[in-house]
């Protein structure tokens, strides 16, 4: 197994294409290193995957929809399964992750373990995402057990693999620990702001290089513009026409390094932009670079 290069595969609704792990062993460990440069974020992305972030240095800002914490040397965030998050780098960092599917814990859908402890803890709403801080000694174990799970991928000693399970049920069984209240009120119905972010946010990847307004993000999701508004704010504290002018930004320098033969003008408007100008405008706002240097750097 070993460690694996971080790297996003994103399809256009923002949902991961990485296959984490393999089939038979559905858990990975990642390594990787960020600097507070505008093209060096984690972009808004969802798997079924739980995930594990383990800040080894440096400081670390990550956003789940209506949430923003920030993670100091040390400390470590649980990211529940289909839950958005967004991350950067407040200085240089360097985290380690892992990725691991429920059914390595639960085996099938029918187990007790599936049907007791994991399926309520990934449907439980009140645990979208957890912060893991070394002050509570149920923390001090969570991260305890990361460490051991990642050193188990990392060198891979005989039977590496029931280190790794035992550990992440272990892992799991705590969360359970401290969220039972909340399980024990569960709620099958998906946070209702969630739902409406993924939806707005689908349409707006799918449909980025045409001319959007906000009131056709806001009819993706079947709720008005100020609904629209409201929805974001609570969940990502950026409105729908700030977040399509970033994607739209963040396409046109993928385009530039990736199309080396297509002009500024015409990754503008494949982008979406009304003008070179404009768009040449708005990337210098993000990159503090033109597009032309970008490319040449």
Not at 33 to 62: C, F, N, R
């Amino acid at each position: 197994m070993a460690l694996q290069k971080c790297g996003l595969n994103l399809n256009r609704n923002g949902r991961e294409l990485q296959p984490h792990g393999t089939f038979d062993f559905p858990c990975a460990g990642y390594c990787s290193q960020h600097t507070e440069s505008a093209d060096d974020v984690i972009p808004w992305h969802w798997h079924e995957e739980m995930e594990i972030i383990y800040l080894l240095s440096g400081q670390l800002k990550l956003k789940v929809p209506g949430k923003t914490f920030r993670l100091q040397q040390g400390e470590a965030i649980f990211i529940n399964s289909n839950i958005l998050h967004f991350a950067a780098a407040e200085m240089h960092c360097e985290i380690h992750s892992l990725v691991f599917h429920p059914t390595l814990i639960t085996g099938q859908d029918k187990s007790v373990f599936a049907q007791k402890y994991i399926t309520p803890l990934v449907n439980c709403v009140a645990l979208d995402s957890c912060h893991i801080a070394l002050a509570f000694n149920w923390g001090k174990n969570i991260i305890t057990d990361f460490i051991h799970t990642f050193e188990a991928i990392a060198f891979e000693p005989t039977g590496y693999e029931f280190t790794i399970r035992e550990n992440l049920s272990h892992i799991c069984l705590t969360l359970y620990q401290q969220y039972e209240q909340e399980i024990k009120k569960w709620n099958t119905e998906l946070n209702q702001d969630s739902t409406r972010i993924r939806k707005m946010l689908d349409f707006i990847h799918e449909h980025y290089s045409e001319d959007l307004t906000l009131a056709q993000i806001a009819k993706s999701a079947d709720i008005g513009e100020r609904e629209c508004l409201r929805c974001f704010q609570r969940g990502i504290q950026i409105s729908p026409i700030q977040y399509l002018i970033k994607y739209r930004v963040m396409q046109g320098a993928t385009m530039l390094l990736q199309t080396p033969n297509s002009s500024i003008s015409e990754i503008s408007i494949q982008c979406g932009f009304d003008s070179p100008s404009n768009f040449s405008q708005m990337f210098k706002r993000f990159f503090k670079c033109t597009p032309r240097n970008y490319r040449k750097r």
